[in-house]
């Protein structure tokens, strides 16, 4: 963040909100933080290149497309086998995001995180069943937190200029654990 | 529930193409939903139309980039906390108060309170943290993230 100008920095603010549905949305982005549609592309390229951008597409809101349910799926892994286990998992269709996190001993011995979408809860449970077997994770302990309530859903934001405007700031981080 | 979930959702063939497709990414050149459009089959016009009503049914919630939090500078963190039941609504109004919790979800298990915390330096996150601990009188786990197996962060619809 450091490094950005501050036309740059204004651009990752205004991009937070989102791209407007335009035949030449980066130009208009472009106008509104003083750079050219030829210098906004630019940058965007090279943030997608060196992964400052994850991805630049549609955020979609899981719940009002059917996915009911959300499971965060705990595991407690020996250190040893955490990165090839969080591989493994990383890999399977179900599963969309896999974090290692530290264990907060002795509340919590759980070392490896995936998130599970799914319609409901029973299907989030088959899924999880056939993953175990799929992977050979029988052996390792696992808890299924599923999410009861939503208490707060907004934008994560990193940047100033967007706090006095948190209704128009959407997802634009890419959140671990989100649901 | 049916085989296909869209299926009860007012969603045809062509929106969930769109949002399949887009979630994996929209090019980035000078008219990129009319690249997009190509790719899918229609007309830039109706892409554009189609997801204005997708966003204004609430399907979608933006179009734009996922940023990458660390790389950008910021701070960023899950966390979780133990709220017995007659504290909880109280105490999620305190958290949800601060306007670095992101998410808030409640979960069945004894850490029943999960919230994602994002800061615009990483060095805020622990004085929130301890704010958050003070505040609510109830201890705050901090579970940063310390490998990345996988971010997909996208749904077949």
């Known amino acids: 963040m450091d490094d950005l100008s501050d036309p740059e920095r204004a651009l990752v603010a205004v991009l937070q909100r989102g791209l407007p549905l335009v035949s030449h949305p980066y130009k208009e982005i472009g106008t509104r933080v003083g750079l050219t549609e030829r210098q906004v592309i630019d940058c965007l390229s090279r943030w997608q290149a060196d992964g400052m951008i994850r991805r630049l597409g549609v ?19 020996p250190d040893e086998q955490v990165r090839e286990v969080g591989r493994r998992l990383g890999e399977q269709q179900v599963v ?15 070392n490896l995180f995936c998130m599970i979408h799914g319609q409901d809860r029973e299907l989030v449970l088959q899924h999880l069943q056939s993953l175990i077997a799929r992977c050979g994770l029988e052996d390792i302990i696992h808890e299924v937190l599923f999410s009861c309530r939503r208490f707060k859903q907004q934008g994560a934001r990193c940047i100033e200029a967007d706090r006095n405007d948190p209704l128009q700031v959407a997802k634009s981080l890419a959140i671990p654990g989100q649901a | 529930m049916t085989e296909n979930l869209s299926d009860s959702l007012a ?8 949002i399949n497709t887009l979630q ?3 090019p980035i050149c000078e008219r990129p939903y009319a ?16 997801l204005s009503g997708l966003r204004d049914q609430g399907f979608i919630s933006r179009l734009g980039p996922m940023f ?6 910021g701070g960023l963190t899950l966390a979780a906390m133990q709220v017995p039941d007659d504290a909880y609504e109280k105490v999620s109004t305190q958290v949800n108060a601060y306007t670095e919790v992101a998410h808030n979800y409640r979960r069945n298990h004894i850490f029943n309170m999960w919230f994602v915390l994002a800061t615009e330096t990483p060095e805020e996150i622990e004085n929130v943290l301890v704010s958050i601990a003070e505040e609510t009188g109830y201890p705050v786990f901090n579970m ?14």
């Open chain 2, 11 to 18: 969603l045809d063939a062509t929106d969930r193409c769109i």
């Open chain 2, 144 to 157: 940063p993230k310390q490998e990345e197996f996988f971010v997909g962060l996208k749904l077949e619809i």
């Open chain 1, 59 to 77: 955020v979609v809101r899981h719940h009002e497309l059917g996915y009911q349910a959300n499971a965060m799926v705990v595991w407690d892994v």
């Open chain 2, 24 to 26: 994996t990414g929209l």
């Open chain 2, 35 to 50: 690249a997009a459009a190509e790719q899918l089959g229609i007309t830039e016009e109706g892409l554009l139309s189609r």
């Open chain 1, 96 to 110: 969309t995001l896999c974090y290692r996190r530290p264990r907060r001993l002795p509340d919590w011995p759980y």
């Open chain 2, 68 to 73: 990458h939090a660390e790389k950008l500078g």
